[in-house]
């Protein structure tokens, strides 16, 4: 596909002139480790128990499809006692298409003129357009050199900038940093009295924890869904795309208190998540331990490939790698053209991604096939940039 071409008698958003659309490169090589899936396909029973789904709703096509998807939501209630061992109820999570949509739901219902949304740079490169779409004002906290986060200065900028909403992102993208619980209970504690600009008084900010590739977490370590019972000022965001294997799908969830999830239903489209996705979806839960089954695997990845990219070395120096909680690492640090080391990776047919901080790039685990072709590339591109 092209790059968007707008003709200039179309009526654009005057804020949308020149805007392009967004998205990690879409291209044909045999090693893809740049949008942070899961390289791992489902099994065969998970495949059959899709179509077995698919055609029970088939012959139903004709008429709209639940819009508060009761039953998809009883399914997250399952997995997140299960996988985080939250206690929550059906009125306390909501789905959407992909948790990019749930942001976008964030957004329309708690941002708008007047509002603004305070996140933690480096970090998801979407939050900028969600808030750009919803007229809300985008602002950033600065972490610490190593990204962990800066609680002090997060707190002062609450109180500085009066966000209706705080976004933190546990673990972060690109970085994969986790956000100990600590430093979420003094946020949350602080925006319980914290002011919103442009709301009446007595309101107070959400926080919002995007825990997209929580799963990937060392074990024992608690999700901020196990903090829902005690604070309404929270909403926790996941995604089956990641560690569940199922990004084509699109689907994503929330848990929130019950009000959170009223505000969302405000805003939802009328008959958002289809009959089809809904289907699906609920096969996939029906095969949780088949669908996480190489979520080990790839923390082992991780921790292999942390290892040995610490061993390398560019223009003498050793590679820097950031902690990572997540299933992808950041890589590097010291890169004085990171785009040129992308393009040698990519002319070896492994495809990565220029994300973050200026001199670091960002993997994600693949097979144990496609990370042996990741190490062979890396080793050639460096030696090709260092000597070019
Ligand atoms: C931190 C984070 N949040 C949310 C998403 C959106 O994922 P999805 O819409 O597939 O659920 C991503 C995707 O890469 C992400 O990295």
């Known amino acids: 596909m092209s790059e968007a071409m707008i003709p200039a008698d179309l009526p654009l958003r005057n ?38 789904r698919v055609k029970q709703v088939a012959p139903t096509l004709n008429r709209y499809p639940d819009r508060e998807h009761i039953e998809l939501r009883e399914a997250f209630v399952k997995y997140l ?17 992909g948790s990019n949509e749930i942001m976008l739901q964030l ?76 430093d979420l209970k003094r946020i ?47 909403a926790v965001s996941r995604t089956m795309s990641k560690a569940f294997a199922f990004a084509g799908a699109r689907v994503g969830y929330i848990a929130a208190s019950a009000g959170i999830i009223d505000c969302l239903r405000i805003v939802r489209m009328p008959y958002h998540l289809s009959a089809v996705t809904q289907a699906v979806a609920l096969a996939a839960f029906d095969h949780t331990k088949e669908q996480l089954s190489q979520v080990d695997h790839l923390r082992h990845t991780r921790e292999e490939t942390a290892a040995w990219l610490k061993e390398q070395t560019y223009n003498g120096k050793p590679l820097q790698v950031a902690p990572s909680q997540s299933n992808f690492l950041l890589f590097g640090g010291s890169f ?41 590339a890396l080793v050639e591109s460096m030696r090709v940039v260092e000597h070019a």
């Open 15 to 52: 804020d949308l002139i020149g805007e392009v659309p967004y998205g990690a490169p879409q291209l044909d090589v045999p090693v893809c480790l740049n949008v942070n899936e899961n390289p791992y396909p489902p099994d065969h029973a998970v495949v059959h128990s899709i179509v077995e």
């Open 81 to 97: 006692k299960e996988e985080s061992k939250a206690d929550l109820t059906v009125d306390q999570v909501w789905g959407a298409n």
């Open 188 to 234: 949350l504690d602080h925006c319980q009295s914290a002011q919103v600009a442009g709301a009446a008084d007595g309101v107070h900010p959400i926080v919002v924890v995007d825990e997209a590739y929580i799963e990937f977490r060392d074990p024992g370590t608690p999700s901020a869904t196990t903090l829902l019972g005690a604070y309404e000022n929270l």
């Open 107 to 182: 957004f329309q219902a708690f941002g708008g003129p007047g509002r603004s949304a305070l996140g933690c740079d480096p970090t998801y490169s979407m939050y900028p357009e969600y808030a750009r779409d919803t007229f809300t004002a985008w602002h950033t906290a600065h972490r610490n050199p190593d990204f962990t986060l800066d609680v002090d200065r997060t707190i002062a900028d609450i109180d500085a900038l009066e966000p209706s909403m705080v976004l933190l992102t546990s673990p972060n993208n690109p970085t994969g940093t986790p956000l100990p619980m600590q």
């Open 336 to 376: 004085d053209d990171r785009g040129a080391i992308f393009d040698q990776m990519l002319q070896r047919g492994v495809l990565i991604r220029v994300v973050g901080p200026e001199g670091w790039l960002r993997v994600c685990m693949g097979t144990d096939e496609e990370m042996r072709r990741f190490r062979e």
